[in-house]
């Protein structure tokens, strides 16, 4: 741990090419509700790896899918991949959350559709002929170690297989960022740790991940930022 | 064979087998049976086959419209009044002889004292002395193209010619049937219209209940980048065999009413009754025009229904945002 530094009252100073994410006074609320989260200013660099931890109901869920664009801010600026999300054009969302791939805590895995179908379904959606990515798809199953479940339907797949087939399905178009919800809320201890090592791996590659988890143990195994949200608040642990 | 090569021929089938099966599935993002497909595909079967039916009857009457208005132009009759001080066979030979100068006439019949009786049997009974009463004679002058005989020219030259006399074009008569007919195209129409506005309504709700019973599709297809037009056309690839399949069953049924109707009902309406419905409706059978109709509505139903769930999942997906 490098130190703390409370980002709310951050005024900057990363460079622009190194943001992939940046937030400056982000505040969101529901209806006319309080705000779930508010005052957020920080970036997530690229090929950066970050903790998102803080107590249930603290606003996780809510600030992960800030990230990836499902939700926009009530009050102030999100710049994704340099572009600001206020005003951009529904086409363009889209085109930027294909930039990043997303892992839930419950997998959103389609029942009716194999392993296989599960995790090339973001290069369907591109419009890609399956001939294309077939063996790119069989390739990263077995990297995950879902070799041999490639035509089982999800639910006769385990809960850590399910994760995996969500992770794979995260990464099949090589993301620029990886955002996982507790990614390993549902596995014994050994897989989670399995887990966090594929990450670490994807980092290594280039890719910037942030891991949303409570799991303070499995924190302390990893040497990386900590975002903190505590009362729609962050902290940050560099 | 030991047990290992067995276990292995085993797991070797079983891995065809889920190959085999996830080929036959490929292209289902959305999973057949959340659509809800038997109830809508019967619906649409049944407004299919409602619909060929009206534009059955439509084109039947529309048809028998023309012919008999084509029949009835294509005769004019002259009446000859017996009038005092003149010799009302000689009027009538004249009047048919002017008839006859008269371009576009292609025959001119005099009827005779015993077809004038004939008409007049069932009001004045048998055995009926014409020369007595002061009965009209008639001239009946068939024309080949209403529209090029003169008919003011014919009328003036017979005012000049012959005492007593003046023409029936059936006009008005011709004109009834013509708004009879037209009063049951448009009805029919009307029917078509709203048979349509019930299927793109079922459609429309079907497509609701589908897009609701497969939001977890839906969030995962926006969760991986796909944008709403791909989401509707996986929707609209289910929909559209869906209107394809209940447009076809309703439209073959449709024909087949035609075609036994055609066989079956004239012949078995004998005599006068049987005459009376084909001067009607000639000979009951529905000409090429409902045959190919009904392909075409189960085609355009096909389409609508295609086109209504693909404009119901922009509506569903832009409320929900």
Known sequence: MVGLRDLATKTGGVSEASDLIRFENVGLRYGMGPEVVRDLTFDVARKSFQFLTGPSGAGKTTLIRLFFLALRPTRGLISVFGREVNGLAKSELFSLRRRIGVVFQDFRLLDHLTTFENVALPLRVLGREEASYRADVVELLRWVGLGDRVHALPPVLSGGEKQRAAIARALITRPEMLLADEPTGNVDPPLARRLMRLFVELNRLGTSVVIATHDINLMNQFDARRLVLEDGRLTIYD | ?321
């Not at chain 2, 039947?60 to 132009?73: C, I, K």
């Not at chain 2, 009926?128 to 005989?149: E, F, K, M």
């Open chain 2, 1 to 321: 064979m030991t047990d290992g090569e067995l276990a292995h021929k085993i797991q070797v089938a079983a891995f065809r087998r889920q190959s085999r099966q996830a080929a036959r599935r490929q292209n289902q993002l959305v999973p057949e049976n959340t659509v809800a497909g038997n109830a809508l595909t019967i619906v649409i079967a049944i407004m299919s086959f409602l619909a060929c039916l009206t534009l059955g009857a439509v084109t039947l009457v529309r048809d028998a419209s023309r012919d008999w208005q084509q029949d009835v132009q294509r005769e004019i009759t002259i009446q000859v009044r017996p009038i005092d001080g003149t010799d009302i066979a000689a009027e009538t030979a004249t009047a048919a002889a002017v008839a006859r100068d008269t371009p576009g006439v292609v025959g001119v019949e005099v009827l005779d004292e015993r077809e004038n009786a004939r008409l007049l049997e069932p009001w004045l009974g048998t055995g009926l002395d014409l020369n007595d009463l002061p009965v009209p004679r008639l001239v009946v002058v068939r024309i080949a193209d209403p529209s090029t005989v003169d008919l003011v020219e014919l009328r003036d030259r017979l005012g000049q010619r012959v005492k007593g006399a003046s023409i029936d074009d059936h006009r008005v008569w011709a004109s009834r049937l013509q708004s009879m007919a037209n009063a049951t195209v448009f009805a029919g129409l009307a029917i078509l219209g709203l048979v349509f506005l019930a299927t793109i309504l079922s459609v429309v709700f079907a497509t609701r209940g589908a897009m609701a019973t497969n939001s977890v599709v839906v969030s995962v297809l926006h969760l991986v980048g796909a944008e709403d037009g791909f989401i509707a056309r996986e929707f609209q690839r289910h929909f559209l065999l869906l209107g394809l399949r209940g447009g076809l069953v309703g439209a073959a049924a449709a024909a087949l009413i035609f075609a036994i109707l055609g066989f079956l009902v004239i012949p078995t309406i004998a005599g006068s009754e049987g005459e009376q419905v084909s001067a009607l409706f000639g000979h009951f059978a529905v000409g090429p025009i409902g045959y190919f109709g009904a392909l075409g509505i189960a085609f355009l139903i096909a389409v609508m229904t295609a086109l209504t769930s693909r404009l119901t999942v922009y509506r569903y997906l832009a409320d929900e945002d």
